[in-house]
């Protein structure tokens, strides 16, 4: 296991950190990745999912999908990804999910979470995934929130190898 601590004093901050991380992740290899995002409401989980998407060149707006449990996004290739620092991305779609009220681990099944996080080509980036710890890869990564007054918080980022 390999783990990172930052803190973080705003939350301009916290996406930077997650633009480079999305970045990182893009390049690093030709697996599934599966990510969870876990702290308290108001930790910065959304906040970091903003910087993901700015990072991978998504024009729309990451916002939570708390209420219809996941988002999904084609990943742009070509000139415009690269113009934004993004060289190259192995994944063609990033899912978003948000498990906050997941009534229980069918719901996900019932929308192919499975045959999602199996396909190499998906990024898999998930809020609130300790509620369905179970279910994740061995191999996932673990980034946690943890506010420490209104404007910082420490991200913790685990990769199980």
């Given at each position: 296991m390999k783990e990172i601590s930052v803190i973080t004093q705003s939350d301009n901050?916290?996406?930077?950190?997650?633009?480079?991380?999305?970045r990182e992740l893009c390049a690093e290899t030709n697996m599934c990745h599966v990510v969870s995002l876990e702290g308290e409401p108001g930790a910065g989980k959304t906040t970091f999912?903003?910087?993901?998407?700015?990072?991978?060149?998504?024009?729309?707006q990451m916002t939570s999908p708390t209420f219809i449990i996941f988002r999904v996004f084609d990943l742009p290739r070509g000139s415009?990804?690269?113009?934004?620092?993004?060289?190259?991305?192995?994944?063609k779609r990033l899912y978003h999910f948000d498990c906050y009220r997941l009534k229980s681990y069918e719901d996900l099944r019932a929308l192919d979470f499975e045959e999602i996080i199996a396909n190499s080509k998906n990024l898999v980036i998930i809020e609130w995934g300790d509620m369905?710890?179970?279910?994740?890869?061995?191999?996932?990564?673990?980034?946690?929130?943890?506010?420490l007054?209104?404007?910082?918080?420490?991200?913790?980022?685990?990769h199980f190898l």
């Open positions: 901050e916290t996406r930077h950190i997650a633009e480079e991380f999305a999912m903003q910087g993901v998407g700015k990072g991978l060149c998504i024009k729309q415009s990804a690269s113009l934004r620092g993004l060289k190259k991305c192995i994944y369905i710890k179970e279910h994740l890869p061995k191999d996932h990564i673990q980034i946690k929130f943890k506010g007054s209104k404007d910082s918080r420490e991200i913790t980022i685990q």
